[in-house]
C-alpha cells in the first residue's frame, strides 16, 4: 500500500505531501521536513515484498539501495540531483533527494513544440558535464532520456537537473531489465538489450545524442531493437529542416548502431559541435573571440582582468570556461591579480564571469600586476558578490597532479558532507584506484606525505582547526594509538572523535557533518572500518609528521589591544549618545574595519564572544540593566515567538519581526522610524532602546536585512549574554528565586512530577545520570528509548517515568564542550528552553534536571550554571504553571557554583 499524505517518516522528521510517480519497482514521492522544505522521498514498492518471485531477493535490494545511494552522494554536480539523506522507514529503504521544481524536457517539449537550437545545446551541455563526472567515478546512468531531465524553474540562466539513477534496475535481477528497457525505447542503445554486453560511456553518449534528438524534433527516434531489424533511423532533419548540419551529424554519430562508432566519451561526442557556444556568446562586445583554453598544469600567472570602456556589455554565467584562459593580442599584455575598470557603462557581469583559475592576456608592450581593485567613473554597474575569487589556500601549493579545487570549494562553503566524499575521491585517485576496495595496509604505506599535508591543511584551514588528518593524529595519540595498537585501542579512537556511539557503528550518514561534530570527527570516509587499514593510515600521519593543528584563523583580539575606559566612562557619566557612537567604533576595531566600513554577516559570525561580552557587560551594569545587547536580544527573540506562534515556522517574517521589536525598543513609532536625533538618549528611554547605532552599521548582502540582524542576536545568544538584572525588583526577584532549589544527592530518587535526563542522541543509558535513571525506571524506559528512536542536539522528549517516582523523564541531548565558540551553548540553552516548553505541555508543576554536560560532557560547571539559572529564571519569569524547580547536583564543588551563582548578585 502506498503511503498517504500526512505519513510521516523516520521519527516525524518527514511528512509525505503526495506521490509523485513510479518506476518499475521505485516509487517516489514529495515529503516536507520538520523545517518546511520541501524533498523527494525514494523508496521500493510493496510489490517488492509480496511477490514470492521478488522476496527472495529482498536483502539483496535494501542493500544495493543504499549502495547506489551513496554512489549517488559522490557525484556531486550543480547539475545533478542532490541526495540528502538516507534512512530506512520499517521494511522500506528510503533515499532523500533534494526537491527539484520545474519541468522535465519531456513534458516542455510537448508543452511548447520543438525547442530552438541554442536552448537544446545549453541543456545537453549541462547533462554532458555531469555526465563526465559520473563517468569519472566509475558509474553509468544507462537511463538518460527527456523525463529524467528537469529544468529548474529560475528567472536567471537555465538549468538542467539529471534525476533518476535507475536504482531498481540496477540490482533487480532477469525480468526487470526488460521493464526497465521498455520505459526507455529510443533512448537505449543495443548493448542495453542484452544481459551480457559491452558497456561503457559510449553507452550513456548514444542516449545523450538521442534526447538532444528529440529536443530538435520532438520525435521519439526508432528504438534500437527495430534498427537491428534493419529498420533506418530518420534523420533529424526530416522532422526539423532548421537544424544544422553539424548538429546532425553529431547526433547521428553518437547514435551509431555499432558502440565502437559512436565517440568513447561524452567529452569526446560535445567536442563535436565545440563551436556552438550557445552559453558563451557576447552581445556588443569587442572582446577578442580567439581564446585558448589551457589544461590545469598550465603555469599562469595573473588573476584579474583590465578592462576599459567596454560599454552596454552583457557577459553571461559561463562566459569563460572553469580553468585557465588565454587571451592573445599584439597589443597589450596584462599579468594581474585583481580588476581595473575604467569608464565601465552600463555593465553587468554574472557571479562566475572569471574562471576559478587565472586568466592571462598577452601582448608584446605591457605588463601589469596588480593587487588590487580599482574603479573610475563606474555608472550603473552590477557585479554580484563572487566577481572576485577568495583567498585560496590551493592556489599556494607547489604543482601537483591532483586537483584540490573542488575540495576548497566544498570546505570554504562549510560542505561538510560533500568535501568528505571528494576526499575519499582524491586519496582513491592518488593511489590509482577503480574501485573502493581497499586492497590492505600495505598501499597506505605507500601514500605521499605531501598529498597527506595538503589535504590536511585545507581541513584544518576551513573548520578552523576543528578537523583535520592532523587532528585525528593527536587524538590517536592520546588514547595510546601507535603502530602495532591492538583493536580495543582503536575502539577507544573512534569513540572519541563520535564514529561509534554505545558500541554502535555510525553509517556514513548518519555521520554529524556540521562544525558542532565532535573535534576529529572529519574527515572520515578513509576505510575506518577496516581496522588494520586505519591504524596503518594513522601511522602514515604520524609517519608523515604533519604539523600540530591549531587555529588558522587569526584571532583579531590578538593583533589589536581594544580600550574600553572611554566606552566605560561615557556610561559612568550618563553620556548616552556618546557612549552609543564609541560602541560602533569599538565594534569595527574588533572586527579590523576602518570606521567607514561596516560589518558583515561573516563578521558577525566570527565577532570574539569575549568583545561582545565586555561591551554587553558595560551597558548593562551602567544603565541598570535597562540597556545592552542581551536586554535587546530577549525582546527580539520574544517577538520571534509572538510571530511564529500566529503565522508558524516555515517562513521567516523578518520585517514583522523587526517592526515589532523597534515598536518595543521606541525605535519607531507609529510605523514610522525615528531619526537619530530624535531618539531618547537618558535612562527615561524605553527598555532596551540603547545601544541603537550598530543595527546601521551592517553591510546588506544577499543574505537581506532581516538574516543580518537574526545572525547578531544569535550571535549574542550563543555567546550567553545573559539580560542583566532582569529588570526585576528585588522581591520580584526573591519570589523566582524560591521557585528553585539546588540540592546534592540521586536524580533518579527525586520525588517531582518529572525530571530531566541528560543523554546522547541514541537515547541510550550511557551516561552516569542516564545509567542511574534507566536502572531504576526499569526496562520499560529503554523500550520506550527505543521507540522514540533518536532525539538531536538542544531537542526534547518525553516518556513515562515507569518505576521512578517521577511521573514523567525528559530527555535532552547537550552537546560537548569544544571551547564555548562552537555552538555548544546554545544547544545547552535550548535543552532547558525545550526541555521546560515540554513539561509546560504535559501539566508538570514540579521538575529536577542534573546538572547537564558538567559530567562527560566537559562543560566548565560556571559556565553551564550560568546558563541552567539564566534559561530557568527567565522561564519562570515568563511562566507560572511550574511551582519548583530543582538542580540536583551530583558532587560538591558542582553543588556550591550552582547554589553560589543563584546566591549572588548575578541574578
Known amino acids: 500500500m502506498a503511503w498517504l499524505p500526512g505519513k510521516k517518516l523516520y521519527g516525524d522528521r518527514y511528512i509525505i505531501q503526495k506521490e509523485l510517480g513510479k518506476g518499475g519497482y521505485s516509487i517516489t514521492y514529495i515529503a ?40 549517488l552522494a559522490l557525484c556531486q554536480h550543480q547539475n545533478i540531483v542532490q541526495i540528502k539523506n538516507v534512512f530506512t522507514e520499517g521494511k522500506h529503504p528510503c533515499i532523500v533527494m533534494e526537491y527539484v521544481a520545474g519541468e522535465d524536457l519531456g513534458k516542455l517539449v510537448k508543452r511548447r513544440g520543438i525547442l530552438l537550437e541554442s536552448e537544446a545545446l545549453i541543456y545537453i551541455r549541462q547533462i554532458g558535464e555531469a555526465l563526465t563526472v ?16 528537469i529544468v529548474r524553474n529560475s528567472s536567471n540562466n537555465p538549468e538542467a537537473i539529471l534525476i533518476d539513477f535507475g536504482i531498481a534496475r540496477e540490482f533487480i535481477p532477469d525480468l526487470i531489465l526488460t521493464q526497465t528497457v521498455a520505459g526507455s525505447n529510443g533512448f537505449s542503445p543495443i548493448e542495453q538489450y542484452a544481459e551480457k554486453a559491452k558497456r561503457g560511456e559510449f553507452t550513456d553518449v548514444y542516449s545523450l545524442a538521442a534526447t538532444l534528438y528529440y529536443l530538435l524534433t520532438a520525435e521519439v527516434p526508432i528504438p534500437a531493437p527495430a534498427r537491428a531489424a534493419r529498420i533506418a533511423l530518420n534523420s533529424p532533419q526530416q522532422f526539423n529542416p532548421k537544424i544544422s548540419d553539424n548538429i546532425q551529424a553529431a547526433i547521428l554519430k553518437g547514435m551509431a548502431f555499432h558502440s565502437e562508432e559512436r565517440p568513447q566519451s561524452v567529452g569526446e561526442w560535445l567536442s563535436s559541435f565545440t563551436e556552438f557556444k550557445s552559453q558563451k556568446r557576447v ?37 569563460f570556461p572553469s580553468e585557465s584562459t588565454e587571451f592573445k593580442s599584439q597589443d597589450s599584455k596584462v599579468k594581474s591579480k585583481n580588476l581595473s575598470t575604467e569608464n565601465v557603462g552600463n555593465t553587468i557581469i554574472s557571479k562566475d564571469y572569471f574562471p576559478s583559475e587565472s586568466t592571462e592576456f598577452k601582448s608584446q608592450d605591457s605588463k601589469v600586476k596588480s593587487k588590487n581593485l580599482s574603479t573610475k567613473n563606474v555608472e550603473n554597474t552590477i557585479i554580484s558578490k563572487d566577481y572576485f575569487p577568495s583567498e585560496s589556500l590551493v592556489s599556494s601549493f607547489k604543482e601537483t597532479e591532483i586537483d584540490y579545487r573542488q575540495l576548497e570549494n566544498f570546505l570554504a562553503a562549510e560542505k561538510w558532507q560533500k568535501a568528505d566524499a571528494e576526499t575519499r575521491e582524491i586519496m582513491l585517485k592518488i593511489l590509482g584506484r577503480e574501485t573502493r576496495e581497499w586492497e590492505g595496509k600495505a598501499e597506505i604505506e605507500k601514500f605521499p606525505c605531501a598529498d597527506l599535508s595538503i589535504i590536511d591543511k585545507l581541513w584544518i584551514k576551513y573548520s578552523n582547526g576543528r578537523f583535520g588528518f592532523s587532528v585525528q593524529k593527536e587524538i590517536w595519540q592520546s588514547v595510546g594509538g601507535k603502530p602495532d595498537a591492538d583493536y580495543q585501542t582503536y575502539i577507544r579512537f573512534i569513540e572519541e572523535v563520535g564514529w561509534r556511539i554505545n558500541e554502535n557503528w555510525l553509517s556514513w550518514f548518519d555521520l554529524n557533518f556540521s562544525i558542532h561534530a565532535p573535534v576529529g570527527h572529519l574527515p572520515c570516509g578513509v576505510g575506518r572500518g577496516m581496522v588494520d587499514f586505519a591504524i596503518a593510515f594513522l601511522s602514515r600521519i604520524e609517519i608523515c609528521g604533519l604539523e600540530e593543528p591549531k587555529n588558522i584563523s587569526p584571532n583579531i583580539t590578538d593583533k589589536i589591544e581594544i580600550d574600553y575606559s572611554l566606552l566605560r566612562d561615557f556610561l559612568a557619566e550618563g553620556k548616552w549618545r556618546e557612549a552609543d557612537r564609541e560602541t560602533v567604533a569599538l565594534m569595527l ?77 521606541g525605535w519607531q513609532v507609529a510605523g514610522q522610524a525615528k531619526y537619530y536625533n530624535d531618539f531618547n538618549f537618558s535612562l527615561n528611554a524605553p527598555i532596551g532602546h540603547l545601544p541603537v547605532s550598530w543595527c546601521v552599521k551592517f553591510k546588506v548582502e544577499k543574505f537581506g536585512v532581516g538574516v543580518w540582524r537574526e545572525t547578531f542576536f544569535e550571535r549574542v545568544n550563543n555567546c550567553l549574554l545573559h539580560p542583566g538584572k532582569f529588570h526585576l525588583e528585588q522581591s520580584e526577584k526573591n519570589a523566582i528565586k524560591n521557585r528553585i532549589k539546588i540540592i546534592q544527592g540521586d536524580i533518579a530518587q527525586q520525588e517531582v512530577d518529572a525530571i530531566v535526563n541528560s543523554t546522547d542522541r541514541a537515547l541510550s543509558a550511557g551516561s552516569t545520570v542516564s545509567y542511574s535513571i534507566h536502572k531504576m525506571a526499569g526496562p520499560e524506559l529503554k523500550r520506550a528509548c527505543l ?101 540536583v547536583c551530583f558532587n560538591a564543588q558542582v553543588y556550591e557554583t550552582y547554589l553560589g551563582l543563584l546566591s549572588g548578585n548575578d541574578f
Open 32 to 71: 516536507k521536513t520538520n523545517k518546511g522544505e520541501l524533498v523527494v522521498i525514494k523508496t521500493l514498492k510493496d510489490e517488492i515484498f509480496k511477490d514470492k518471485n521478488l522476496t527472495n531477493f529482498l536483502e539483496k535490494y535494501q542493500q544495493n539501495f543504499r549502495d547506489e545511494a551513496l554512489r
Open 589 to 665: 576595531k574588533v572586527a579590523d574595519k576602518n570606521q567607514d566600513e561596516k560589518l558583515s554577516v561573516s563578521d558577525i559570525e566570527n565577532f570574539p564572544c569575549s568583545e561582545l561580552e565586555k561591551i554587553n557587560q558595560l551597558w548593562v551594569d551602567y544603565s541598570q540593566g535597562r540597556f545592552g545587547f542581551s536586554v535587546q536580544k530577549s525582546i527580539y527573540f520574544s517577538m520571534v515567538k509572538s510571530v511564529e506562534e500566529r503565522f508558524g515556522k516555515n517562513r521567516k517574517y523578518y520585517k514583522m519581526i523587526w517592526q515589532n521589536f523597534s515598536d518595543a525598543v
Open 787 to 887: 521507540k522514540l528512536m533518536t532525539c538531536e542536539y538542544g531537542e526534547a522528549k518525553i516518556t513515562s517515568g515507569y518505576n521512578l517516582s517521577a511521573q514523567w523523564v525528559i530527555h535532552t541531548v547537550a552537546a560537548r564542550w569544544q571551547g564555548g565558540n562552537l555552538g555548544e551553548k546554545n544547544i545547552l540553552m535550548r535543552c532547558y528552553e525545550n526541555s521546560l516548553a515540554l513539561a509546560e505541555k504535559y501539566g508538570v508543576k514540579t521538575i529536577a534536571f542534573p546538572a547537564i554536560a558538567t559530567g562527560g560532557l566537559f562543560f566548565p560547571v560556571e559556565v553551564a550554571a550560568r546558563i541552567a539559572i539564566t534559561e530557568v529564571m527567565q522561564f519562570l519569569l515568563e511562566n507560572k504553571s511550574i511551582e519548583k524547580v530543582v538542580f
Open 283 to 319: 552581445r556588443n562586445s569587442e572582446v577578442s573571440s580567439e581564446c585558448k583554453t589551457h589544461s590545469r598544469q598550465s603555469k599562469v600567472k595573473s588573476k584579474n582582468l583590465s578592462t576599459e570602456n567596454f560599454d552596454n556589455t552583457i557577459t553571461s554565467k559561463d562566459y
Open 134 to 149: 559520473i563517468h569519472g567515478k566509475g558509474l553509468l546512468h544507462r537511463d538518460v532520456k527527456p523525463d529524467n531531465i
